[in-house]
T-cell receptor
Framework: AQSVAQPEDQVNVAEGNPLTVKCTYSVSGNPYLFWYVQYPNRGLQFLLK????DNLVKGSYGFEAEFNKSQTSFHLKKPSALVSDSALYFC????????????WGAGTKLIIKP | DTAVSQTPKYLVTQMGNDKSIKCEQNLGHDTMYWYKQDSKKFLKIMFS???????INETVPNRFSPKSPDKAHLNLHINSLELGDSAVYFC???????????FGSGTRLTVV
């Protein structure tokens, strides 16, 4: 079965430190990859995507993600965390043969401490 | 100028009632979705329409019925509400397969 794993329920980072939120996937073919962020009591917001090309993609709010085909991973990163980055982060994958449907990870709660 | 707007934002209702949630997008997107987010924050696709045509119809109870009068609107009607229907329901839209979704702010449904 095709799946997306976010192995950490919660990630704690001190403000100013680099952060990584992990995502691995198991789908057939070359998928499209996405990251979304959900602030408390809000809808999800699109952060960035990988379709093809450079393995490092840049997105909103200073976030970037690195696609690693051999490890089937798409980890979200930021060089210097802000307290305002505290939120719930979702990784999502669309298999190439998918009918618009995304496979979602369970979400990772990111807590940035001052 | 809200891109994807859902109404109502909050909905508290008794078991057995019928209710509707409305969604409208002004982005000109072709595809719209309904998602359910449970108390553990898991996201589950329910339905998707592309240009008013149903393209995703996941295993949800028949009590849930989507309606898309035009490509800018996708409404969700729920019959005979049950306690387990309590969740946050999100509407979203996208321009196509390669594009990210734009989500509405959600409708928190509480069935008592």
């Amino acid at each position: 079965a095709q799946s997306v794993a976010q192995p950490e329920d919660q990630v704690n980072v001190a403000e100013g430190n680099p952060l990584t939120v992990k995502c691995t996937y198991s789908v057939s073919g070359n998928p499209y990859l996405f990251w979304y962020v959900q602030y408390p009591n809000r809808g999800l917001q699109f952060l960035l995507k990988y379709i093809t090309g450079d393995n490092l993609v840049k997105g909103s709010y200073g976030f970037e993600a690195e696609f690693n085909k051999s490890q089937t991973s798409f980890h979200l990163k930021k060089p210097s965390a802000l307290v305002s980055d505290s939120a719930l982060y979702f990784c999502a994958v669309r298999p190439m043969d998918s009918n618009y449907q995304l496979i979602w990870g369970a979400g990772t709660k990111l807590i940035i401490k001052p | 100028d809200t891109a994807v707007s859902q109404t109502p934002k909050y909905l508290v209702t008794q078991m057995g009632n019928d209710k509707s949630i409305k969604c409208e997008q002004n982005l000109g997107h072709d595809t719209m979705y309904w998602y359910k987010q449970d108390s553990k924050k898991f996201l589950k696709i329910m339905f998707s329409y592309n240009n008013k045509e149903l393209i995703i119809n996941e295993t949800v109870p028949n009590r849930f019925s989507p309606k898309s009068p035009d490509k800018a609107h996708l409404n969700l009607h729920i019959n005979s509400l049950e306690l387990g229907d309590s969740a946050v329901y999100f509407c979203a839209s996208s321009q196509g397969k390669n594009y990210g979704y734009t989500f509405g702010s959600g409708t928190r449904l509480t069935v008592v």
